[in-house]
């Protein structure tokens, strides 16, 4: 039987990347205190925040709902709410829906849903179906455009000063290594854990940018927490998930990988930002929103589909 390094009961998890053998109470300690160590590094939060977790329903926003409410008990001057946006993808988000209400039932948290539907006349389901004909982006590039901006216009509704959203280690080297690969330097160096501040912006944060998407889903099982484990139809096929299975192979190969990237990263991060050029923030002419051109990337989908409701 393989000890726990710490307590020397039973170990049920092996952390090749530092060689620690752990059991279960240890194990979920260790995510809890590293998710602590990112926030306060980062001095992520003030103690009369107003913090949305953005919340899907899938393992990494349902582990942080329950992360940083068990967090912020010890602060009881900032208040922790989720926002889900129902996309409208029939089957799929529907059952992700009743999970993140479940969680936040359970937890006492104050949950605010909003939809495509409400927002733009539309669904993603709608837009694939026209966008199949009619335009070049894929599924997810819709949805991520569509989502950043009902989740802002979510989070200013509801007086929210700090935006979080779950990141997680992988999510993070992968967004670096593909803008490398599109030679896209600026967005590059816009990975961060605290986005920076930009007018009309609910700022966002990454409180799990440190933490491996298996270990989240490790931490999820062993506290028994209820999350979606069935994939989104328009799951992308493309780059970002040759990408994915390139580190995960480069990972069991070779332990500790993930850490050694971002850790790269960060240090060059530093030179990037100074050098980059400042993005003059607009609002759009369109709905008024926070943008860096004329109209908004969302506005500019719409428009493509003609399909204006409002
Ligand atoms: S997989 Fe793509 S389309 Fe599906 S919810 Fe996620 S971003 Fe949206
Ligand atoms: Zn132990
Ligand atoms: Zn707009």
Same mark, same amino acid.
């Given at each position: 039987?393989?000890?726990?390094?710490?307590?020397?009961?039973?170990?049920?998890?092996?952390?090749?990347?530092?060689?620690?053998?752990?059991?279960?109470?240890?194990?979920?300690?260790?995510?809890?205190?590293?998710?602590?160590?990112?926030?306060?590094?980062?001095?992520?939060?003030?103690?009369?925040?107003?913090?949305?977790?953005?919340?899907?329903?899938?393992?990494?926003?349902?582990?942080?709902?329950?992360?940083?409410?068990?967090?912020?008990?010890?602060?009881?001057?900032?208040?922790?709410?989720?926002?889900?946006?129902?996309?409208?993808?029939?089957?799929?988000?529907?059952?992700?829906?009743?999970?993140?209400?479940?969680?936040?039932?359970?937890?006492?948290?104050?949950?605010?849903?909003?939809?495509?539907?409400?927002?733009?006349?539309?669904?993603?389901?709608?837009?694939? +179906?026209?966008?199949?004909?009619?335009?070049?982006?894929?599924?997810?590039?819709?949805?991520?455009?569509?989502?950043?901006?009902?989740?802002?216009?979510?989070? +200013?509704?509801?007086?929210?000063?700090?935006?979080?959203?779950?990141?997680?280690?992988?999510?993070?080297?992968?967004?670096?290594?593909?803008?490398?690969?599109?030679?896209?330097?600026?967005?590059?160096?816009?990975?961060?854990?605290?986005?920076?501040?930009?007018?009309?912006?609910?700022?966002?944060?990454? *409180?799990?940018?440190?933490?491996?998407?298996?270990?989240?889903?490790?931490?999820?099982?062993?506290?028994?927490?209820?999350?979606?484990?069935?994939?989104?139809?328009?799951?992308?096929?493309?780059?970002?998930?040759?990408?994915?299975?390139?580190?995960?192979?480069?990972?069991?190969?070779?332990?500790?990988?993930?850490?050694?990237?971002?850790?790269?990263?960060?240090?060059?991060?530093?030179?990037?930002?100074?050098?980059?050029?400042?993005?003059?923030?607009?609002?759009?002419?369109?709905?008024?929103? *926070?943008?860096?051109?004329?109209?908004?990337?969302?506005?500019?989908?719409?428009?493509?589909?003609?399909?204006?409701?409002?």
């Amino acid at each position: 039987m393989n000890k726990c390094v710490y307590c020397r009961k039973e170990a049920v998890y092996f952390r090749n990347y530092s060689g620690e053998q752990l059991c279960k109470k240890c194990f979920i300690k260790s995510i809890e205190k590293r998710v602590k160590h990112t926030i306060s590094k980062y001095n992520m939060f003030s103690s009369n925040d107003k913090i949305a977790v953005a919340l899907s329903g899938g393992k990494d926003s349902v582990s942080l709902l329950h992360l940083l409410h068990k967090i912020e008990e010890r602060f009881p001057q900032s208040e922790l709410v989720a926002i889900t946006i129902d996309e409208g993808v029939l089957g799929y988000r529907t059952e992700s829906l009743k999970i993140a209400k479940k969680n936040c039932r359970l937890l006492g948290v104050k949950h605010y849903i909003d939809s495509f539907k409400r927002i733009y006349g539309i669904t993603l389901d709608t837009i694939v +179906k026209f966008g199949k004909k009619k335009l070049e982006l894929s599924p997810c590039s819709y949805c991520g455009i569509l989502r950043r901006k009902a989740l802002n216009i979510a989070a +200013k509704k509801m007086h929210i000063t700090k935006m979080v959203t779950a990141h997680n280690i992988d999510d993070e080297i992968q967004s670096i290594l593909l803008n490398f690969i599109r030679g896209d330097h600026s967005r590059i160096s816009r990975i961060r854990p605290v986005l920076e501040k930009a007018p009309g912006f609910i700022q966002r944060i990454k *409180p799990l940018s440190n933490v491996l998407e298996k270990e989240i889903a490790l931490y999820a099982f062993f506290k028994k927490i209820e999350f979606q484990t069935r994939a989104c139809p328009f799951l992308e096929t493309s780059m970002r998930q040759d990408v994915r299975s390139f580190i995960n192979k480069l990972e069991t190969k070779h332990p500790g990988t993930k850490f050694s990237i971002y850790r790269c990263f960060e240090k060059i991060r530093s030179y990037m930002a100074a050098s980059d050029e400042k993005i003059d923030s607009l609002y759009c002419e369109t709905c008024g929103e *926070p943008t860096t051109q004329k109209i908004c990337r969302a506005c500019q989908i719409l428009e493509d589909l003609n399909l204006f409701t409002k």
